[in-house]
């Protein structure tokens, strides 16, 4: 079971709404991957009138907790503002922090990340920052007061599966907090390895919403998710690239 | 500061097109075959030789824009302000020597327009006018967008271009948006196009992009007017502009416009033709080329057009517009800018882009998030 501040996940898999041909579809694939942490976009829903908004009405089960997030805000200050609207109107005080100033591959700004899940923090929110695989980062983070880490394993939406391989390494290596690898994610065989190598969590979205079958590729990752979670528990067993004979280097110690 | 122009200026329209018509068949290949598309790439793309490719072509571009964008469609709807026009231009329904009765809305008659439009289920709105710096001008624009700001996700403004000190006034309004098309890069063609009023100035609309960037504007619109001019080569120089601004304004949005010229009264007839099966091509190569930028399809398409091309790689559409201030409510016998062609309600389409395998997305935008 994975803890991040004061909830407790029976699902390592984490997901996102954006992207899918119906909210229906949506709904469904949702409640076949077993997550129970459902990112939402603030942009994309109403959020004067949340009651009557279609997305969030279908989102509305017991195991499922929202994680809005600030996508489309460019810096700190935006986003502190959009965090603390997304409190107000969805009454939650967990915040995916997504600050990108840059629109085409959408890569996260390190220092303004910083500022705000300072700010935040201090705010009394749950701050989940979305950032690049920088393991120092992670520990400034830290010690900003985050309650998790999200790096990223590809740009976002790619499908490119964990190109930061030994830059996660190192983040999980060291990291006080829960690593969500978030991003670039697209097959379920990425979502296993990443959660092999420790990750406590992963957020897939588009590898779900664009594939052929959403509801199957859900249960798919929620399969993946749990087998590579097994694996790290268990303890992999250290491949092995050549094989050892008799050692003519050390020979010399028997003489 | 960079200009656009320093660059546009080192390269000569006949050379360009030259360059495109010769591409091969082999040239296309190489570009489909590619990880990253350059602009030699899209010269092969939009050449004649990449006919014959289409249907791969559209493959790739329906898989690029669902990776992107997903399956979905965002809507958007025209509000035209105002007809009151200073420029001629030769394809143009507002063109100052069209000698119709104008109009401009007033605070209470744009509220009526707005009522219309939210109860159709809009929340995204493209204000559009004429250039008339005497009635329409940035003022006016402020009072607009001080009025209609609390009722709408998302402003775009497809207005006569304006200083950079205007844009940076304007954006704390509630302004996200800029359209800002060119009509041709051609710069002989321009003059003939666009002979009197602010608009004959071909290198102030050239370099209305840069100034948009400067001041920081979330998301600009590029675009040419089709049937000016040869529409290859204009299209180039929108990729080669596109390419231009994202180096160089990297915190912009942008998207792409590919409007074929429509009749109107008493109108000019396209000079080049171009047909459903090259505007396919035209969207598809645009996609293949930049997979981020956004694709924008409005009414002046067919019916049988618009349904078919939610799946090729657009991103937005519009439906139920009207081209004439006060065309919803106030004043439906106005002076439009053209004709539509597809008059379907909002609704029908989004059933159309259901139907489709899409999700129509009314909202994807908060005016709160931009402070």
């Not at chain 1, 805000?73 to 990108?100: D, P, S």
Request: aromatic fraction near 8%; hydrophobic fraction near 40%; charged fraction near 25%.
């Amino acid at each position: 079971m994975l803890t991040i501040a004061d909830k407790i996940f029976n699902s390592r898999l984490f997901t996102g709404t954006g992207k899918f041909s119906s909210s229906i579809l949506m709904e469904e694939a949702l409640l076949a991957s077993g997550s129970e942490l459902v990112t939402v976009a603030l942009k994309r829903v109403d959020i004067k009138n949340n009651d009557q908004d279609d997305l969030l009405n279908r989102l509305k089960y017991q195991h499922i907790n929202l994680l809005p997030n600030t996508s489309g805000v460019r810096n700190a200050k935006e986003a502190v503002f959009a965090a603390q609207l997304a409190r107000e109107a969805l009454e939650t005080n967990w915040i995916k922090l997504e600050i990108h100033p840059d629109p085409k591959y959408l890569m996260p700004d390190p220092i303004e990340t910083l500022k705000a899940t300072e700010e935040l923090a201090k705010l009394g929110f749950i701050v989940l920052p979305y950032i690049h695989a920088d393991p120092v980062l992670c520990k400034r983070l830290e010690d900003a007061g985050t309650s998790a880490v999200m790096p990223l394993g590809s740009p976002i939406g790619s499908n490119k599966g964990l190109k930061t391989i030994d830059f996660l390494e190192i983040i999980i290596s060291q990291s006080n907090v829960p690593v969500i690898v978030d991003a670039g994610i697209g097959s379920p065989s990425d979502a296993a390895w990443a959660m092999e190598i420790g990750a406590d969590a992963v957020l897939v979205n588009t590898a779900i919403a664009v594939s052929g079958n959403p509801v199957q590729m859900a249960k798919a990752f929620k399969m993946a998710v749990e087998a590579g979670r097994l694996a790290f528990e268990a303890k992999l067993a250290l491949p092995v690239t050549h094989a050892v004979a008799s050692s003519p280097l050390i020979s010399f110690l028997d003489e | 500061m960079n200009n656009f122009s320093d660059i546009f200026n080192t390269y000569n329209w006949d050379e360009t097109k030259a360059g495109i018509y010769a591409k091969t068949g082999q040239d296309v290949e190489r570009a489909l075959a590619a990880s990253k598309r350059t602009l030699e790439d899209f010269k092969a793309l939009v050449s004649p030789a990449a006919a014959p490719y289409l249907e791969q072509m559209a493959a790739i571009s329906q898989q690029l824009t669902q990776k992107r964008f997903g399956k979905v469609i965002q809507m958007y709807v025209p509000l035209y302000l105002s007809n009151e026009c200073k420029n001629i231009c030769t394809y143009c329904g507002f063109s100052y020597d069209n000698k119709v009765k104008r109009k401009t809305l007033l605070p209470m008659e744009i509220m009526q327009e707005v009522s219309v439009i939210k109860a159709m289920g809009y929340d995204h709105v493209l204000l559009v006018t004429g250039e008339d710096n005497e009635t329409v001008h940035v003022d006016y624009f402020k009072k607009v967008l001080d009025l209609i700001r609390p009722h709408f996700a998302h402003i775009s403004m497809e207005v006569q271009p304006l200083d950079l000190e205007d844009y940076l006034q304007l954006t704390p309004y509630g302004l996200n948006t800029v359209l800002v098309y060119q009509e041709t890069y051609h710069q002989e063609d321009y003059k003939k196009h666009h002979p009197k009023g602010k608009k004959s100035n071909f290198r102030y609309r050239l370099e209305t992009p840069d100034r948009l960037g400067q001041a920081g504007i979330h998301k600009m619109g590029l675009g040419i007017l089709i049937g000016l001019e040869d529409w290859r080569t204009d299209c180039f120089f929108t990729a080669l502009h596109l390419n231009y601004l994202e180096k160089n304004y990297w915190q912009t949005k942008y998207s792409l416009s590919f409007p074929r010229l429509r009749p109107f009264s008493g109108g000019l007839e396209p000079k080049v033709e171009m047909s459903d099966r090259e505007l396919v091509q035209l969207i598809c190569a645009y996609r293949i080329f930049n997979e981020e930028v956004e694709l924008s399809m409005s009414t002046r398409e067919s019916e049988n057009f618009r349904n078919n091309i939610v799946k090729l790689g657009i991103t937005n559409i519009s439906a139920g517009s009207k081209t004439n201030p006060g065309g919803y409510a106030v004043e439906p016998e106005s002076l439009e800018q053209f004709e539509i062609s597809d008059e379907r309600s909002p609704e029908q389409i989004a059933q159309v882009i259901r139907s489709q395998g899409y999700e129509p997305v009314w909202k994807d935008w908060d005016n709160s998030l931009a402070q």
